[in-house]
């Protein structure tokens, strides 16, 4: 069974930094593309950035590009998101999934984690 366990998130002020990471198991690891996405109150989820399965292509939303890195370690089955100059519109509920295919991709996940709270004061 794939499982999937984020950490990392917490209370920061604007302009600060946060590293989200994801613990993957129950499926090959290094075979699939990973993303991260993220729920705000009131909103739907919405797609933040998705990694290949070998860490060497990556493709990020609008909203966070040249803020925000996606990165892999595929020995330790983990995959991150490095989060820069964050923003009160930032804080929000951060997923983690697992797509089905080894390509980058920004529909079509088919495990998710728990998530993990984001909350970026002003």
């Known amino acids: 069974q794939v499982q999937l366990v984020e950490s990392g998130g917490g209370l920061v002020q604007a302009g600060g930094s946060l590293r989200l990471r994801c613990a993957a198991s129950?499926?090959?690891?290094?075979?699939?593309?990973m993303g991260w996405f993220r729920q705000a109150p009131g909103k739907e989820r919405e797609f933040i950035a998705a990694i290949n399965w070998s860490g060497r292509s990556s493709y990020y939303a609008d909203s966070v590009k040249g803020r925000f890195t996606i990165s892999r370690d595929n020995a330790k089955n983990t995959v991150y998101l490095q989060m820069n100059s964050l923003k009160p519109e930032d804080t929000a509920v951060y997923y983690c999934a697992t797509h089905p295919t080894p390509a980058v991709a920004v529909t079509g996940y088919d495990y998710w984690g728990q998530g993990t709270q984001v909350t970026v004061s002003a």
């Open positions: 129950g499926r090959t690891f290094n075979r699939y593309a």
